[in-house]
C-alpha cells in the first residue's frame, strides 16, 4: 500500500512598523528554518506590490487596517 501524504500551506500575515523591518525579517528567517527542521518542505516571507482590489475581489487594504508608518508583509509556509 502506497503512503499517502498531506501537505498544509500556511498564510501568515504581519503587519511591521517600517523601523522594525529589518528586525521582522531577520526573525523571520529564523523561525523558517526552524519550520524546515520541524518538517516544512519551504516557508518564505513575501511583502505584496500591489494591495489594491481586482477581478470582483475585495483588496488587502479593504479587509485589513495598515496605519501609517506600517508595512504588510505575508509569509507562506508549505507543511
Known sequence: MGRTVD??????????PNQNRD???EIQR???AINERHG???DW???P???DP???CSSFSAELTIQP???????????
Open 7 to 16: 501537505m498544509v500551506t500556511l498564510f501568515y500575515f504581519h503587519q511591521v
Open 23 to 25: 528586525q521582522f525579517l
Open 30 to 32: 529564523k523561525a523558517a
Open 40 to 42: 516544512a518542505t519551504g
Open 45 to 47: 516571507p513575501c511583502g
Open 49 to 51: 506590490n500591489n494591495l
Open 54 to 56: 481586482r477581478y470582483n
Open 69 to 79: 508608518g506600517e508595512e504588510l508583509f505575508f509569509s507562506m509556509s508549505l507543511k
